[in-house]
C-alpha cells in the first residue's frame, strides 16, 4: 500500500530498494529533491556526464505520483492542438509536441542501454470523439495538430468502444510500468556513485552565498549544495510564483478484469472535459479521469463515475481489481515549466505543471535541467521557462485564482459538524474554535487535533475520505491524519493546537 495514501495503484506491488536515511552533514555538487521519476531521470543524466550527485526523497524512491500515474508515454497532449493555438503561435506548439515525441524516444533509449525489464510496449494512441465534440470539429483538430507538425491519422471507428465514434490515431506511442522503470535507472546511478536518501524530509532551503545552497531536514542536518534541483510534484522552495500559474486536481483510476485479453492492446483518450484515459495492464484495462480541484471535492463519487463511463463505453470488462488517485498540476496556459526556478537566486531549478504528461516531462527535463546547468542552449529551453510570460493564458489564470482567493472564505464560514460525534472512525472533520478552525481526525480510540491552517499560505484544510488525508484547496498541499505534510508545495506540518 502507498506510503503516503489509503488506496492502492496497480503499479505499488513492485519493490524497489531501501535507502537509509541522511545521519549527518553532507556536502554534494547537486543535489536533487524528490526521488521520482523526474528526480531519478535527471539524477541518471547528471550521473553520466560526470557530477557528483545526491538524491534525497521525503519518504520513499518512487512513493509519491509516480506510483499513481497510468503510465502513458505519449505525445497527444493534455489540451487539444485547437485549445493549444488560441494559447501559442504555431512554432510553440510544434516545439511542445516534438519535446514529448522525443521523450518517448529517450525513455526507449535508456530503457535499452540500461537493459530495464519495465513491461516497455510502442503502440498506437487514439483520440476519440466525446459529446462536446462533431465530426466537423474533429476534422478541424486534424488540420490544427498538422499545422504543428504532428503526425496522426482520422479513422471513422476507434477500436474496442461499445459505440462505433471517430477518432484521431496518433502512431508509435508507448506504455511502461513506471516503478520498474525507475528501478532499473536506480540501478544504473547507484554504480556510478549517486547518493540517495529516504525519510530525509527538507524543511528548509536557503542560499549560503550566491553560488551554493543550504537545505535543512527535520532531523536537524544539514545539506551543502552547488546546485539544486527541485523535482517534487509542485516545488516546495517556491512560496508564490509558480503557485499563482498552476492549479492542483485531484485524478482518479480504477483496473478491471477483462472477459478476454484483448487483440487491440492500445491507448485512448477522449475529448472531453474532464477527459477519460484508458490502457491495458497485465490484462486488465486500466481506465483513468474524473479530474477535480484538490480539496474541493464533487458532489459525486468520481469513482462511480469513472465506473459508469467505463462500462458505457467497453463490454468486455468485469469486476474492479483497483481503484486508486493521484495528483497532478495544470499550468495555465497547458505547457509545464522546466528550468531555471524564478527570481532572483541563482544556481536553482525546478519541473512542474506536468498535468497528464509526468512520464515523458521527466525526460524532457532530464535534457534542460543539465544543458542549463552546464550553460549549455537547449532547443525545448524557452517553451518549457518558467519564467515566460503566460499570455492567452491570463483568462485562466484570473479564472483560477479568482477560485483559490474564494477558498480563503472558508476562514469565516461555520463548522462541518457541530460536534466530534458526528464524525465516524476513520474520518475527519472541521471545527470553528474561535477566530480559526480545528481539523479533527477519528482514529479508533481517540481524535487526533490539528490546526485547520494550512502551512504554506493559510488556506482551511478539507478532508479527502478517499485517500483519508488532509487537502489544501488553494495550492494543493496535503497532510496525513496526524498532520504531517505529505505533499507540498508546503514544507511543514499542521501545527499542534
Known amino acids: 500500500m502507498s506510503i503516503k495514501d489509503r488506496t492502492e495503484s496497480v503499479w505499488e506491488q513492485v519493490q524497489l530498494p531501501y535507502f537509509d536515511s541522511i545521519k549527518n552533514n553532507q556536502k554534494t555538487e547537486i543535489c ?36 499513481r500515474t497510468t503510465a502513458h508515454l505519449t ?3 493534455e489540451e487539444q492542438f485547437l485549445e493549444l493555438l488560441k494559447m501559442h503561435d504555431e512554432e510553440t506548439v510544434r516545439v511542445f509536441y516534438e519535446a514529448h515525441r522525443k521523450a518517448i524516444d529517450l525513455i526507449e533509449e535508456n530503457i535499452l542501454k540500461e537493459n530495464i525489464s519495465c513491461d516497455f510496449k510502442r ?73 540517495i536518501y529516504e525519510g530525509t524530509h527538507i524543511q528548509d532551503m536557503r542560499q549560503e552565498d550566491r553560488e551554493n545552497w543550504i537545505l535543512l531536514t527535520d532531523s536537524g542536518y544539514q545539506i551543502n549544495a552547488h546546485q539544486l534541483i527541485v523535482a517534487t510534484n509542485t516545488p ?39 477527459y477519460h484515459y484508458i490502457r491495458f495492464v497485465d490484462g486488465a484495462l486500466v481506465v483513468g ?24 463505453k467497453f463490454s ?15 499550468p495555465m496556459d497547458q505547457i509545464g515549466f522546466i528550468g531555471r526556478n524564478p527570481g532572483l537566486e541563482k544556481n536553482v531549478y525546478i519541473s512542474t505543471g506536468e498535468s497528464g504528461l509526468g512520464m515523458t516531462s521527466a525526460a524532457i527535463a532530464s535534457k534542460i535541467i543539465p544543458d542549463l546547468i552546464e550553460n549549455n542552449t537547449h532547443p525545448w ?36 459538524v457541530t460536534s466530534l460525534d458526528e464524525i465516524p472512525v476513520d ?24 490546526s485547520a491552517v494550512c502551512t504554506h499560505l493559510g488556506g482551511i484544510v478539507h478532508w479527502n475520505d478517499i485517500e483519508k488525508t488532509w487537502d489544501c484547496p488553494c495550492h494543493g498541499s496535503r497532510f496525513n491524519t496526524k498532520g504531517k505534510v505529505i505533499e507540498g508545495p508546503s514544507l511543514s506540518d499542521l501545527m499542534e493546537k
Request: glycine share 8%; with cysteine.
Open 75 to 77: 505525445c497527444q497532449l
Open 236 to 274: 516546495v522552495n517556491n512560496r508564490f510564483h509558480i503557485h499563482t500559474r498552476q492549479s492542483a486536481y485531484r485524478t482518479y483510476a480504477m483496473s478491471f478484469k477483462v472477459t478476454s485479453p484483448s487483440t487491440e492492446n492500445c491507448l485512448l483518450w477522449d475529448t472531453e472535459d474532464p
Open 32 to 67: 536533487i529533491v524528490g526521488g521520482g521519476i523526474t528526480g531519478v531521470s535527471i539524477a541518471y543524466e547528471m550521473a553520466l556526464r560526470g557530477y557528483k550527485v545526491m538524491l534525497v526523497e521525503a519518504f520513499r524512491i518512487g512513493s509519491g505520483q509516480t506510483g
Open 123 to 195: 503502440l498506437d494512441g487514439y483520440l476519440f470523439q466525446g459529446t462536446n465534440f462533431n465530426q466537423e470539429k474533429m476534422w478541424k483538430e486534424v488540420e490544427a495538430a498538422r499545422k504543428c507538425g504532428a503526425e496522426l491519422e482520422y479513422i471513422e471507428t476507434v477500436p474496442l468502444l461499445n459505440d462505433e465514434l471517430p477518432g484521431l490515431c496518433f502512431k508509435n506511442q508507448a506504455q511502461f510500468n513506471p516503478l520498474k522503470y525507475i528501478s532499473g535507472l536506480i540501478k544504473a546511478i547507484r554504480k556510478m556513485d549517486v547518493t
Open 381 to 416: 529551453a524557452a517553451v518549457f521557462d518558467p519564467t515566460r510570460p503566460l499570455g492567452s493564458g491570463l483568462k485562466d489564470f484570473v479564472i483560477e485564482n479568482l477560485n483559490v482567493a474564494r477558498q480563503y472564505t472558508d476562514w469565516i464560514t461555520p463548522s462541518e
Open 289 to 312: 479521469g474524473e479530474d477535480h480541484r484538490t480539496g474541493q471535492a464533487p458532489d459525486h463519487d468520481p469513482f462511480a463515475l469513472l465506473e459508469t463511463w467505463a462500462r458505457q
Open 316 to 330: 468486455f470488462i468485469t469486476e474492479v481489481i483497483h481503484k486508486w488517485s493521484g495528483q497532478v498540476f495544470e
Open 427 to 450: 474520518g475527519g472533520g472541521l471545527i470553528r474554535e474561535g477566530v480559526t478552525k480545528t481539523c479533527f481526525y477519528h482514529d479508533a480510540d481517540h481524535f487526533e487535533k490539528k
